[in-house]
């Protein structure tokens, strides 16, 4: 298995204006919780945000996996349902 760091961009903000950001922790956490169901694809960590009262716009995920290319496609489903204000880059390390 390969080591990757994928990337999830948001769209950072002020935590007393939720409703103008993107949580990119909210996309990680689902991207998380969709990949349990795949025996490829194994969670080494995650950092998302390091302030108080302000919403992440960026999240990173280090995983092991023997085909990224599952892995792209679970995190583009994902940021279809939040819009063109997401994106995502993964590389292996």
Do not use: C
Not at 12 to 20: F, I, K, Q, S, W
Not at 58 to 65: D, P, R, S
């Amino acid at each position: 298995m390969k080591q990757y760091k994928l990337l999830i961009f948001g769209k950072g903000g002020h935590g007393a204006e939720p409703h103008m950001a993107i949580d990119s922790t909210i996309i990680a956490s689902e991207f998380v919780r969709k990949s349990l169901k795949y025996k490829n694809i194994e969670i080494v960590s995650v950092k998302s945000g390091d302030a108080f009262n302000v919403i992440s716009g960026k999240a990173e995920i280090v995983l092991k996996t023997d085909d990224v290319k599952v892995v792209n496609k679970l995190v583009s489903s994902l940021l279809i349902y939040y819009g063109e204000s997401t994106s995502y880059k993964i590389k292996e390390i």
